[in-house]
């Protein structure tokens, strides 16, 4: 079985600060890992995908996330954190196969 | 422009009713998925379907129906027979089908039902 764990239920950071929202899953070989970002009452956006190769992965709107297969864990990160970035952030993997789980979601919130 | 559309945005049903919520897409996938979404629950699958007249069960498929008629289009019902139906459902589509290879899924932009 596949499950994904965020930690975070609720993270605040202040404008301009550094951002990092954790990830942890269980999977018995390399699933496949994806962030997700999503504004209240909207649908996800995708931030960022990571399926083989280079283990740190650039996405939209400034984002990275790092891969780190000794931790089981895909850590989201922003350099710089902007009032627009104030969301509900879902990471998820899937095992290659049509389902897909995620997690139950980091809320952010940015003060000025 | 592509993408997922979902109607109404908003429903409200009585007790003992059922109501179908639409889900369209004009991207040309051929999966499509429908999820529930509670807080701080994150998203929970109900129904997927690889590829036009063939859908199977996800993790809470009871007191829900769907139909994949055509490959653009996947409703969802919720029956009477859903004890809490209240939520935020979201559809969505990702361009693989029977291959089994995972891309991202483009999600449209939900439906928040309650139940009066």
């Known amino acids: 079985a596949q499950s994904v764990t965020q930690p975070d239920i609720h993270i605040t950071v202040s404008e301009g600060a550094s951002l990092e929202l954790r990830c942890n899953y269980s999977?018995?070989?390399?699933?496949?890992l994806f962030w997700y970002v999503q504004s209240p009452g909207q649908g996800l956006q995708l931030l960022l995908k990571?399926?083989?190769?280079?283990?740190l992965v650039q996405g939209i709107k400034g984002f990275e996330a790092e891969f780190k297969r000794s931790q089981s864990s895909f850590n989201l990160r922003k350099p710089s954190v902007h009032w627009s970035d104030a969301a509900e952030y879902f990471c998820a993997i899937s095992g290659g196969y049509q389902k897909v789980t995620f997690g139950t979601g980091t809320k952010l919130q940015v003060i000025p | 422009d592509g993408g997922i559309t979902q109607s109404p945005k908003y429903l409200f049903r009585k007790e003992g009713q059922n109501v179908t919520l639409s889900c369209e897409q004009n991207l040309n996938h051929d999966a499509m998925y429908w999820y529930r979404q509670d807080p701080g629950q994150g998203l929970r699958l109900i129904y997927y379907s690889q590829i036009v007249n063939d859908f199977q069960k996800g993790d809470i498929a009871e007191g829900y129906s769907v139909s994949r008629e055509k490959k653009e289009s996947f409703p969802l019902t919720v029956t009477s027979a859903q004890k809490n139906p209240t939520a935020f459902y979201l559809c969505a589509s990702s361009i693989d089908g029977v291959a089994g290879v995972i891309n991202e899924q483009f999600f449209g932009p939900g439906t928040r039902l309650t139940v009066l």
């Open positions: 990571y399926f083989s190769g280079d283990t």
């Open positions: 999977y018995g070989a390399t699933p496949y």
